[in-house]
């Protein structure tokens, strides 16, 4: 078994040997609800060959993932979800499809962010500048007048806090710097090499230390009754070690991988290194991480190996008696960690929205940059700096699914909606997708022009157009494709 860091974590797991065996006979006596995500540092241009290769992954993405939801929503009525968190580096053209991803329910959006030899100071600005993008494309921003700009964060090459000795951060006291610009936890670890910490198997919180690297290398557990604990939230995946056959160890880094699946030996080790908050050891979390955009660990997250995993994940630990199965994004799995601070207890799914709000994603997607002003289940407000261009947003409010066409801007409420087109462009089209049961019943600055080939009801117009809206409609649920 080859060195993986083992010098830093491999004393605390043999040190942790009695907690591990107190959680085993807990579960034994217990049901013990399982919070499962999958973190993944998603990079669509890693190791391309054309040009073509991350449009053709993200769209493998989509109907793939797609596929895996529906096949196992119908055969054991669980949905699993994704989190991607993505680099800017690996371009803004993939921003709007990640956006529809999450807008059709696979799952959310994180940042992962690659940096070497920054300071403080420019760390700061290029981070401040990295989110402003995201923001335009509708990304790390929750549902709110105005929106939130929380985000989840995963390091480049593990090295947070300046882990990796200069390399691939530069950082000292990047957890405060994190925390200052908005960011809600960190879940980068397990590494399995250098960057590892010493503490594992935990839900934590590091404080920053000027001057000093790795300050995450110990800190205080979450903890029930504990919810003002200072510092960055750290939410680590299971490390320890596993077996490969009978008697041939191996090590356990909680990575997903077609060439290391998640078979039933590894759902063991993972559901025995018993992450949790302390006081609530029938929440237990299985944060696992992975590569997943390149097209060797398809298999693995949306293909054959998936499903068998999935099957076994449904079959021996969603019996109701000794266990519960709960898909989760990376927000949700920080909302339920608060929640515990909180004293909350029972069913997690009561409190998957208990601090950080959903991302407006489960209630727009827009295909092109623009403005979020206002995202609530009552109202939507957008501005688009470039009317000319050809917009897409995507809607899930009673009466309207789809708004395509040259927008200023685009107001929606209940059964109505306000578009704005610059008037010195003159007349322009505007195609309209309504929910099922829903009829338009007036329209003011436009002309309606008839259905298109689409499908899509056409209007033609200047300036301000204004649409009322009757009958059966309803919003399109999260999840379902509209």
């Known amino acids: 078994m080859r060195d993986r860091g083992l010098r830093y974590w491999l004393p605390t797991y043999l040190s942790e040997a009695p907690l591990r065996r107190r959680g085993r006979a807990f579960r034994k006596r217990n049901l013990t609800h399982l919070i499962f995500l999958v973190c993944d540092h998603f990079e669509p241009r890693h190791g391309i060959r054309e040009e073509a290769q991350p449009a053709a992954r993200m769209q493998a993405w989509r109907t793939g993932f797609q596929e895996l939801q529906s096949d196992c929503l119908r055969r054991y009525g669980l949905r699993p979800l994704h989190t991607w968190f993505y680099p800017p580096h690996h371009g803004e053209e993939h921003l709007a499809a990640l956006a529809r991803m999450a807008f059709e329910g696979l799952g959310e959006v ?12 420019t760390l700061r600005s290029s981070l401040r500048e990295v989110l402003a993008r995201y923001h335009r494309a509708g990304l790390l921003l929750q549902t709110g007048s105005p929106p939130g700009g929380r985000f989840g964060f995963i390091h480049g090459d593990w090295a947070l806090d300046n882990s990796a000795h200069g390399r691939f951060c530069g950082v000292d006291d990047e957890l405060s710097l994190l925390q200052e610009l908005g960011c809600w936890a960190d879940l980068t670890l397990p590494s399995g090499n ?15 230390r000027p001057g000093h690297a790795k300050s995450h290398d110990w800190g205080e557990d979450a903890c029930v009754g504990r919810p003002a604990t200072p510092g ?3 939410i680590q995946g299971p490390l320890g070690i596993g077996r490969r056959g009978a008697l041939r160890p191996r090590v356990e880094n909680a990575s997903l991988t077609s060439a290391n699946w998640g078979d039933p030996g590894r ?9 949790h908050v302390r006081g609530r050891p029938e929440w237990s979390f299985i944060k696992l991480h992975t590569h997943g955009a390149v097209e060797r660990d398809f298999d693995a997250l949306f293909g054959e190996r998936a499903r068998r995993m999935h099957a076994v994940l449904a079959e021996r630990y969603n019996d109701g008696r000794r266990f519960r199965l709960h898909y989760v994004t990376a927000r949700q799995a920080f909302n339920l960690v608060r929640a515990a601070e909180q004293g909350a207890s029972g069913d997690p799914a009561q409190f998957l929205d208990w601090d950080v709000a959903p991302p407006v994603t489960s209630l727009y997607w827009a295909n092109r940059p623009h403005e979020t002003r206002v995202c609530t289940a009552e109202k939507l407000l957008l501005e688009i700096p470039d009317a000319d261009a050809a917009m897409e947003v995507g809607l899930r409010y009673a009466g309207l699914q789809k708004v395509t066409g040259p927008l200023r801007a685009l107001e929606v409420g209940a059964h109505r909606a306000t578009l704005r087109m610059a008037p010195e462009a003159g007349m322009r089209r505007v195609g309209l997708r309504l929910s099922p ?22 209007l033609e117009g200047a300036g301000e157009v204004g649409l009322s809206l009757a009958g059966s409609a309803r919003a399109v649920p999260s999840g379902e494709v509209s």
Not at 194 to 208: D, F, H, L, M, P
């Open 267 to 275: 759902i063991r080790s993972w559901i025995d290194c018993h992450v």
């Open 110 to 121: 994180e940042l992962h962010y690659h940096h070497e030899g920054d300071t403080a100071e």
């Open 194 to 208: 250098e960057c590892q910490t010493r503490k594992i198997n935990s839900i934590y919180y590091a404080v920053g």
């Open 437 to 458: 049961g829903a009829a338009l019943t007036s329209v003011t600055g436009a002309t309606v022009l008839g259905e298109g080939d689409g499908g899509e009801l056409l």
């Open 232 to 234: 960055l939230m750290l």
